[in-house]
T-cell receptor
Framework: QKEVEQNSGPLSVPEGAIASLNCTYSDRGSQSFFWYRQYSGKSPELIMSIYSNGDKEDGRFTAQLNKASQYVSLLIRDSQPSDSATYLCAANAGKSTFGDGTTLTVKP | EPEVTQTPSHQVTQMGQEVILRCVPISNHLYFYWYRQILGQKVEFLVSFYNNEISEKSEIFDDQFSVERPDGSNFTLKIRSTKLEDSAMYFC?????????????FGPGTRLTVL
């Protein structure tokens, strides 16, 4: 079983739609969770961090965490073509463990 | 805004050669990390470093790898005898704390190509 598992992509949504990205983790010792955006050949860029159960909103992005279900998600509202990238979920228990990433394409 | 920097951006080397990848973490950060990402694969943890010691390392971080903080600002990753499979992007990261909730900030990466 992978330590951090993300929904397989690629994911394609039309411009203006909501993109939903999901992630599960196996280490119950993980206490912080991060969503990064990564463009090809570039380093991960932090989008959201979440530590407590529930929702956390930042602009068009909403992260959701359910520790009982070991589940993290990221919603992107009003998706833009510039949101097209690979989204990485990471769980942190001292070191960050990354998922494989989900590639999102937003079509104009 | 402070950021993590890495040099060089691209390093090409021959198999069996030693390489040193350099990182300058954010100045008030105390914890430093190296990750690597082989092309098309996920980001993998290599090693964490605090107070001039390795805190944790993965199974990837074998005897060929070493890390050092030679002065107050640089943090280096040395690969003693490079192999073809070491070709990857290497990312340095730093965090202010090593609590389980602290954010790690990534540098732009060094692309290592072993021929």
């Amino acid at each position: 079983q992978k330590e951090v598992e993300q929904n397989s992509g690629p994911l394609s949504v039309p411009e203006g739609a909501i993109a939903s990205l999901n992630c599960t983790y196996s280490d119950r010792g993980s206490q912080s969770f991060f969503w990064y955006r990564q463009y090809s050949g570039k380093s991960p860029e932090l989008i959201m961090s979440i530590y407590s159960n529930g929702d956390k909103e930042d602009g068009r992005f909403t992260a959701q965490l359910n520790k009982a279900s070991q589940y993290v998600s990221l919603l992107i509202r009003d998706s833009q073509p510039s949101d097209s990238a690979t989204y990485l979920c990471a769980a942190n228990a001292g070191k960050s463990t990354f998922g494989d990433g989900t590639t999102l394409t937003v079509k104009p | 805004e402070p950021e993590v920097t890495q040099t060089p951006s691209h390093q090409v080397t021959q198999m069996g050669q030693e390489v040193i990848l350099r990182c300058v973490p954010i100045s008030n950060h105390l914890y430093f990390y190296w990750y690597r990402q082989i092309l098309g694969q996920k980001v993998e943890f290599l090693v964490s470093f605090y107070n001039n010691e390795i805190s944790e390392k993965s199974e990837i971080f074998d005897d060929q790898f070493s890390v050092e903080r030679p002065d107050g600002s640089n943090f280096t990753l040395k690969i003693r005898s490079t192999k073809l499979e070491d070709s990857a992007m290497y990312f340095c990261a730093s965090s202010q704390l090593r609590t389980r909730t602290d954010t790690q900030y990534f540098g732009p990466g060094t692309r290592l190509t072993v021929l």
